[in-house]
């Protein structure tokens, strides 16, 4: 039987969302392929997760090892390479997290197997698999398709593939693996939280994010005040929380936090996918940006194209006169 293989991230005995949304969609191409479905779990208290894995895989290969402990490459990359080189999947998928970013790579090379990286769809044509990567900030979607190889690997990117409920009743196979190269050249220290910053931006209902379009850190005070008058929280976009404009934990996206407010109001800000992907799930989005062609305004319900420090003390004097 072919058969596509999953590589499974985890982080405090949790399976990782974009390893939920991996295996939904190698569920999804395992059933159109006729293909099974192979999970492999690598890590310290694989335990604890790897029957929830049952609901999408066929089998789940489960690996304790403490090398691999939480998430290292090198001695993961050493496990799955003897795994691939056995069980010859035509399709390896894994995210595209700082996880996956390490390890695909190492792995492809020393497989010799065609990569491709960062895909947002990842479907099967007349049996070949088919990738398609997002270009020049989402502008142009490039399609993919493969030479002839025994094994192709992609990974995928992170909020791009819908979790589907798992009903799948597989089995759980326990691999003893013992590497044979030392990798103690890189080591889990352990995890440290944020220090809290008063603020959370994932409770909030209404958020006001600002962008790189705000300008300066003194340009701040005008969205603040449009937060008091909606009764709103302040967020921001990346380069707002790298310039310190504001604090990082405000920010919103792949590297900050994700929001589902009931309004996102999103001022001066592009779009870019590692900004979406952490509010896209708002219930309602409107964008104000001076580029009518800025990518936000694909998920904005309502789009302003004009200056927001002409916009933002309208919307100020409207709300105030409408709430007097
Ligand atoms: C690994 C990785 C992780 C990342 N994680 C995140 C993340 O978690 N969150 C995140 O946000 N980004 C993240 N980024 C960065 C991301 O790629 C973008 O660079 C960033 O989101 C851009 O922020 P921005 O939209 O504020 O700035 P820009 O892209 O510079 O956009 C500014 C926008 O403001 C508009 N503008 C300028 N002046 C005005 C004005 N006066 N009136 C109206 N509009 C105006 C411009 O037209 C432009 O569209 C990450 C990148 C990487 C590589």
């Keep these: 039987m072919p058969e596509i293989l999953v590589v499974i991230e985890h982080r405090k005995q949790r399976v990782a969302d974009i390893s939920l949304q991996m295996l939904s969609k190698g569920r999804q191409l ?46 993961s990359q050493e496990i799955l390479s003897s795994v ?9 998928l894994m995210g595209h997290s700082s996880f996956g970013i390490d390890l695909a790579p190492a792995l492809a090379i020393e497989l010799g197997t065609p990569l491709i990286t960062d895909c947002i769809d990842i479907s099967l044509v007349n049996g070949s ?9 989402g502008k142009v979607n490039a399609v993919y398709s493969f030479t002839p190889s025994e094994t192709i690997m992609v990974t995928g990117r992170i909020g791009e593939f819908p979790v589907e409920e798992g009903n799948r009743e597989g089995k759980v196979e326990w691999i003893d693996f013992s590497p044979e190269e030392k990798h103690d050249f890189k080591r889990f220290e352990g995890y440290t939280e944020q220090e809290a910053a008063g603020v959370d931006i994932t409770q909030a209902e209404v958020l006001i994010s600002v962008g790189r379009g705000i300008k300066d850190k003194s340009n701040i005070e005008v969205a603040e005040r449009l937060a008091h008058e909606l009764g709103g929280v302040l967020a921001c976009s990346r380069p707002v929380a790298d310039y310190g404009w504001l604090p990082a934990e405000y920010q919103v996206g792949l590297s900050g936090k994700t929001v589902n407010p009931k309004l996102y109001l999103a001022l001066g800000i592009s779009g870019a996918f590692q900004h979406i992907v952490g509010m896209k799930g708002a219930k309602m989005i409107i964008a104000v940006n001076r580029d009518n062609k800025a990518p936000i305004f694909r998920v904005a319900d309502y789009g302003i194209v004009d200056d927001i420090f002409k916009v933002i003390p309208l919307l100020v004097q409207k709300i105030s006169e409408l709430r007097n």
């Design 129 to 137: 698999v088919r990738a398609i990567r997002s270009l020049y900030n």
């Design 84 to 92: 691939i080189r056995e069980r010859k999947p035509f399709l390896v």
């Design 30 to 75: 395992a059933d159109r392929a006729g293909a099974d479905l192979l999970a492999v779990a690598i890590g310290s208290d694989v335990v604890s997760f790897s029957d929830e894995l049952t609901r999408w895989a066929d089998s789940v290969l489960a690996v304790e090892n403490l090398a691999a402990g939480e998430m290292l490459a090198e001695p």
